[in-house]
């Protein structure tokens, strides 16, 4: 079994902790309760191997941020949020992300681009393809909205992240092993959660073994092109940017599920 | 002198001061005339032409043969462009700018002169004439050109004494400021002088290690009016020494850092040599008086003031009597001229030092980085037994010089004797504006023994703003607007600003603002303004999801809890405040807790289980501590409500009489959002990083770091009255406490709101409350130094602000006319985009009498003519009645309006101002028409020009510093024939046969040698100039793409192509190139 270590990450308020707790525990917290830090624990299960999971849910006030180095150096995925009604709390993340690759010292970091509270519809102001662009400006970053209200897409973001460590811990073993192929033979490769790569790669495009169907990141991500065709031009139609029109939101939301995207 | 072999005896009498002066009137620094000249290039090839020097600063050859009697005329009547006088013949020097003169043996006693011109100074020129007067002429304009600077903002640099020297001639000299304090200087013998042991010795802050006979020392500090200082023995009062304020740069004076000798009082005083080598300015004469004058080695001090406030009424006092560091023009007015300030924090996260070679591998090895400048290290991390130590620390420096090098010096902890040094990184000015620093970067580090091999690399980051300052007459008519203008529609144009342009930080823009209101006294006002602002928003969406029967419950539950320009400002502000408060009343608790270091953990799965089985009431015993702990914090705080100072209290006041308009009755939500600001954002954040705050030195281990955040969350739920469980479950128990001080926290928030009557007395010795002895004082002080109270540089907000205000103008104005673009691109703290501006310039806009251009007046809009008036937007530019009368204290709503509008365009005024100051300090200086004619500016200049032993002409305009021995003036007023000038060589003596060809590389060679000796790291290249800054390296400096180009290049950590790339900035802060101005001379 292995332990990775996940930190949540973003502005006061953007709703990290409800995110947090909805994906842990289930339950939707309503209170107004800042954060200092909190910590939690969650065994999940992907592809059939069983992850032990260590959350870090931070503080989004800046005078905690000194300890966000410690954070970043201790963590192996992020997740880093905003809210759809919080233009700042978007640019927050720019600097942060920054930080987090600066301080890991290497550009693919497992991380997600998380817009929380989609299901506000008439407060948004960031649309999806803001989210977009700012997930293909960080190299396709995986992007989701998601609302811990409404559990949605709550489960997909902590997986997309597990999956992405899983993911660069067989590269670097692949790494490590092209470089001692003489020395060591196989058996080390073994050590992978996921045993060999070919396993990983045909379950990233086949045979969700969830019981939900998986649902994509808004984006592309690192995967194939299948959704920004699909998503992208029926998004323009669909929602028209900031200007909420009162369109049944209950209307859109079906509509956007066919698509694979929650809303 | 003048035994000349020539019959012309009156062509050979020596020169004199009147003729000086007389050729500059008569010529106007222009000559004309035949000379024989030849290249360095080819000095076998003489020829003689007809040279002309022109109007504007150039050196022609016009070989039509002109009669040069003739000329004579029409020089005089043609002076009114640069060019018109001869339009033919071609330009030898374009700039004789800062040229360097070298006299040179000559076959007669008239000399030949040595030309050296152009950017590097590697031009040269050899002339000769024939006629003693006209080569005074030649020579009388040539020294005149030399004596005015070439191009680059930072060849302005000019040095004169401050006006509070100035000011105080004549007057009795007055006793300003008196403290008890400890001094770290050099030992007075056969006095009786109790030498302190227990205090650190500031080794780190002295070249010299060599300090038998210095130390600590109580003594009687006094200021005077003149601008000493004494120390005097504290039990009698005999004096120890004295020193000389005025002769010390502003640069020389400095607060040091908490980290140096773990004390925030410490002022240094002291003539930094390599700070005076980079300026080029003598270091020859000390600031000590009376016997020790020129006798230490290292004329420095430190001085430890018993509190924080003394240390800043001093720093102010201390600076006002220094030499101030300005950019200007000759003969310009004093409101024109700028100042920089050079603003940056330097992060060291953590180093990989794995490759460092170690003495005693067995030995757990320890390290510590040291960030110096001009040789004394001003900043110090802790030492961490770590060979991958993690540090987190960051250093302010606020500059008003450009900094050549700084450099951080990884050490090693050596037991026994000194510490070694085992990597070092050099950071340029250049570096310091590069974006790519600003975030956190690996830089490899390099053994200082062989800087080809790589140690390891450190992770650094580096905030810096750099920005020009006008002086404070330029500030006052915006200060009067401001203390009536609009606050509403000011944070309008803030807001706008911001959510436009993303470049902005928050946290520079609301700290802008807070210093600006503070020190103009609308803090108050301006508060009110952001929170009254900030709730409306929130009520309006409250409104419409009540008018649509949705919950506003989200929007209840993050009040405040962002970051905003309320909730930033606030947090500043708190902690400016309440510094304090917060150290003296948890300080104490909080390094206890440290001390004391016992686990407090009550989360079971982060307790080993081998732990868990075999002492089973572990949690208990933890949780039982952990408890006592927040309970005797919370005592702290619950009964020092008095003491939490009144101008936060005043603000939680305002703050919940506000939120009560809009969440009447919501009581939970009122008391949410009080916590929100003075628990979330003021108490906790100490309380889980003292050491961030400095209440401790070194950082916390994980036990103590785990203990203090349980109690820094026990706090917050308490403030916010919300019980532990649905997260953490095994917080259930800390419940309890909660709920057992549930009535002192609503008394607490009620006493701190104001609400309830406050009977607490107050417990703590705050320094606030102590008055400071400012009223003698504040008519000594400069008042362009920062105000003192909390040390806010107060015109560089005011300009910060400026921009802002200037901004959110062309944002609402978006005129796509290129000419309305005043500041487009200015943003906030950017010199990037002054230098922009500045390198752009159009030569041809510099005209000569462009220097006069401004009188001192107040009224900006006077200065600047009609041509910039049509780039204002506001027309109804009358008299300004409103402005008068200096303070309004009930404006009527037309007047605030009025205020309003012209605080928009002083701004842009002002803007406009500093962009032209900018761009004419840029070029090349010009003499001015009123100084042509002044005979007392001449007669000054003369006494300006001084000489060496082998004839070279040096002109020295900081007059404030006095010159070397070796130097002499050429009009010595000591002399006899005080104003004549030995120029003409004695050809009776046997200084030795200097022909032209033999001698051509003596000059200019012989100024760089002795100069780089006298470097005293010996790794600066005295001969670039500064003023390439303003040409090649504002490339470097304006980001076009090349900050890709380094980024690319800092991957490839491991081959050193980074210190290549800045190989060559290192040179770029040095003006010694030539002698033109300055000079530089070692004992
Ligand atoms: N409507 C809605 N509100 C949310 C959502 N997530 C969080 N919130 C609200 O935002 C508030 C702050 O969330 P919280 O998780 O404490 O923010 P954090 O500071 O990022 O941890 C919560 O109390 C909720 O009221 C969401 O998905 N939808
Ligand atoms: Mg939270």
Known sequence: MRDYKLVVLGAGGVGKSCLTVQFVQGVYLDTYDPTIEDSYRKTIEIDNKVFDLEILDTAGVAQFTAMRELYIKSGMGFLLVYSVTDQRSLDELMELREQVLRIKDSDKVPMVLVGNKA?????????????????????????????ALLRSNVDEVFVDVVRQIIRNEMENVVKSDARNQSTKSSPSTSVGPNGNIASTENSKKSSPTTDKPRSKPLNTSRRPTETVKTTLPKRSTNSPGKSSSPVSSKQKKKKKRNLCVIF | MNTSTDNRNDQMRPFSLNDFRGNIIKMKGRFIGKVRWCREQSPQIWQTDCLEITSAGALKNVNNSVDSVSMDNTVMSSTSTNDASSSSGYIMVAHLQQCTIKLIRWENSIPTCELGFGESGTGKIYTQLSDASKFYEFFSALTWWSSY??????????????????????????????????VFGPIVRNKNIQIIDNLEKPDLLFKEKNMEAWGWFPSMGVLKSNGTMDF????????????????????????????????????????????????????????????????????????????????????????????????????????????????????????????????????????????????????????????????????????SLLVESIYIQIMQKVRRGMDKMVGLVKITQAMLSDPVFQKETRVPLYLTSNPSFQVGTICIKINSTANFVLPPTNYAKLERFLSIASLPKIANDVYKVLEVNHSLKLEEVSSTCLDVFQLNERLDEWFQTLIERELSTINKSIYKNSHKNLT?????????????????????????????????????????????????????????????????SIIKQNRKRLITWVKKIWKLIYSTSNDLPPEIRSYLKSFRMSLEKVCAGDESTILNCISGILFLRFFCPVILNPKLFKFTEHHLNDTTRRTLTLLSKT?????????????????????????????????????????????STKTLKLQSGITRPKLLMSNFLSKELQSSSYLIDKYLKETEFIYLLNMADNISHKNSDNQNCISQDLSINDITSFLKNASSLDQKNAQIGELEFEKLTENNTEIF??????????????????????????????????????????????????????????????????????????SLLAKQIYFTKDKRIYICRNNSLTSPKEYFNLFDSSLPNQDVAPLLFDSSSDSGNFSIPSSRCSGSENVRTD???????????????????????ISRFIRVGSSNNIKGQLKQKSDGVRKEDYADSRTVNNTSRKSGMFWFMRK
């Open chain 2, 149 to 182: 600077r070439a191009k680059g903002l930072f060849n302005k640099l000019t040095l004169n004494k401050s006006e509070c020297v100035k000011q105080q001639s004549g007057e009795k000299i007055a006793n300003l400021l008196v403290c008890q304090l400890n």
């Open chain 2, 232 to 399: 005097l023995l504290q039990n009698d009062g005999t004096l120890l020494y004295s020193v000389d304020i005025t002769k010390l740069l502003r640069s020389e004076i400095r607060a040091l850092d908490y980290s140096l000798l773990m004390n925030d009082s410490c002022l240094f005083l002291g003539i930094l040599s390599s700070l005076r080598n980079q300026l080029s300015v003598s270091t020859e004469n000390g600031f000590f008086l009376g016997y020790l004058k020129n006798r230490l080695a290292d004329e420095q001090l430190i001085l430890r003031f018993p509190l924080k406030i003394d240390q800043e009424d001093w720093f102010i006092a201390l600076k006002s009597f220094a030499i101030p560091e300005r950019f200007s023009l000759i003969a310009s007015d004093s409101s024109n001229s700028l100042r920089l300030s050079n603003k940056f924090d330097i992060g060291i996260l953590e180093a990989d030092l794995e490759a460092v070679e170690l003495d005693a591998p067995n030995e757990k090895p320890a390290f510590y980085s040291l960030v110096s400048m001009w040789d004394h290290a001003w900043a110090k991390t802790p030492i961490i037994s770590n060979t991958k130590p993690f540090w987190r620390e960051e250093f302010n420096f606020h500059e």
């Open chain 2, 552 to 616: 506003s419950s989200h929007i209840y539950n993050s009040l405040f809890r962002g970051n905003s320009i309320m909730t930033k400002t606030t947090e500043k502000y708190f902690f400016r405040i309440g510094n304090e408060y917060l150290n003296k009343s948890i300080g104490a608790i909080l390094r206890e807790i440290i001390d004391d270091g016992k686990s407090c953990e009550i989360d079971p799965s982060r307790i080993s289980k081998e732990v868990l089985s075999t002492d089973s």
């Open chain 2, 865 to 938: 003519g009609k041509d910039l008036l049509q780039y204002l937007v506001l027309n109804d530019i009358e008299d300004d009645e409103a402005g008068k009368n200096s303070r309004i204290l009930d404006p009527t709503s037309d007047e605030v309006e009025y205020s309003t509008k012209q605080l928009l365009q002083e701004s842009s005024l002002l803007c406009y101002k500093l962009q032209r100051l900018i761009k004419v300090l840029s070029d090349y200086e010009y003499p001015s028409e009123v100084i042509l004619r002044d005979e007392a500016y001449l």
């Open chain 2, 1011 to 1033: 100069g780089s000796k006298n470097y005293i790291s010996g790794n600066s290249n005295p001969s670039r100039s500064l003023s390439r800054l303003t040409s090649t390296k």
């Open chain 2, 715 to 759: 706090l917050m739920n308490l403030s916010t009255l919300t019980l532990f469980g649905k997260k953490e479950p095994w917080m259930i128990d800390i419940n309890s406490f909660i709920e057992g001080h549930k009535s002192e926290l609503l008394t607490y928030v009620d006493r701190v709101t104001d609400r309830k009557l406050d009977f």
């Open chain 1, 119 to 147: 299901d506000l519809t008439d407060e948004r102001v960031i649309s999806v393809e803001d989210g977009i662009e700012i997930s293909s400006k960080w190299g396709k970053v995986p992007f989701y909205e998601t609302s």
